[in-house]
């Protein structure tokens, strides 16, 4: 698996996104996630996005979003595929599955660091002033990756003894670049890339237009 923790200081929490600009910029989430399973006529196997919200008004949220051909999703409705999880998540206040391969539940970011170390799994920050990503082993991996404001300082602190703080270099990336890259990387490794082929959807357009 290739577990993508992604940390939102901001994202709404009660599924409220009026625009996604302003909600707590799931829009930054919403490219992550489209970095994270989506390719050209394609979709990952191998990805479990875990999003943790710390946004108004009742932090925290967990999203668990793992690799799954019957999510209702299209590239297009992310965003509305959060809200309505978050939406009916908040109405039971269970852990649920509001999708398939869609969970819900109320969980700390490090209740669910340590739930993926307690499984053998080792964790990795991405950080700019870490240790370069070629230098470093990658094994059983999870990345840890910060949104536009990056990961609090106070949680930093906490990962010092749990984690490899590991870097893509001195430029710094979006969020979902960062995603992109580190797949690209994985490829490279020829680590978990299984890929769905979804390129039968253009079949009909394609010889139409005789492309
Ligand atoms: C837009 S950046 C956050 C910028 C924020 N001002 C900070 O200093 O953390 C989003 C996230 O991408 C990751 N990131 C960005 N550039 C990186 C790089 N060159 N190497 C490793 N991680 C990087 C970090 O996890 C960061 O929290």
């Known amino acids: 698996m290739r577990v993508f923790i992604f940390y939102s200081n901001t994202g709404r929490t009660d599924g409220k996104f009026k625009d996604i600009y302003h909600s707590?910029?799931?829009?930054?989430?919403?490219?992550?996630i489209i970095h994270s399973f989506f390719i050209s006529n394609g979709f990952r196997k191998?990805?479990?996005?875990?999003l943790l919200l710390y946004g108004p008004?009742?932090?925290?949220?967990r999203i668990k979003i793992t690799s799954n051909l019957d999510t209702p999703w299209s590239?297009?409705?992310?965003?509305?595929?959060?809200?309505?999880a978050l939406r009916k998540f908040n109405k039971r206040r269970t852990p649920i599955e509001a999708f398939p391969g869609v969970?819900?539940?109320?969980?700390?970011?490090?209740?669910?660091?340590?739930?993926?170390?307690?499984?053998?799994?080792?964790?990795?920050v991405l950080d700019k002033e870490g240790e370069f990503i070629e230098k470093v082993k990658i094994e059983n991996p999870v990345f840890i990756i910060g949104d536009f404001l990056g990961l609090p300082k106070k949680e930093k602190k906490w990962l010092r003894d749990k984690a490899k703080f590991i870097s893509l270099g001195d430029i710094p990336y979006f969020s979902s670049q960062v995603i992109?890259?580190?797949?690209?990387?994985l490829d490279k490794l020829g680590?978990?890339?299984?890929?769905?082929?979804t390129g039968h959807k253009f079949e009909e357009l394609k010889k139409k237009l005789d492309v």
């Open 24 to 32: 707590g910029r799931i829009d930054v989430i919403v490219h992550s």
């Open 46 to 50: 191998s990805v479990v996005f875990d």
């Open 57 to 61: 008004p009742d932090p925290p949220r």
């Open 75 to 84: 590239k297009k409705d992310i965003a509305t595929l959060l809200s309505i």
């Open 103 to 124: 969970y819900v539940e109320r969980k700390e970011f490090r209740e669910v660091v340590e739930e993926y170390i307690k499984e053998g799994k080792n964790i990795y």
């Open 180 to 185: 992109a890259i580190l797949n690209w990387y």
């Open 191 to 197: 680590f978990e890339k299984d890929y769905w082929d």
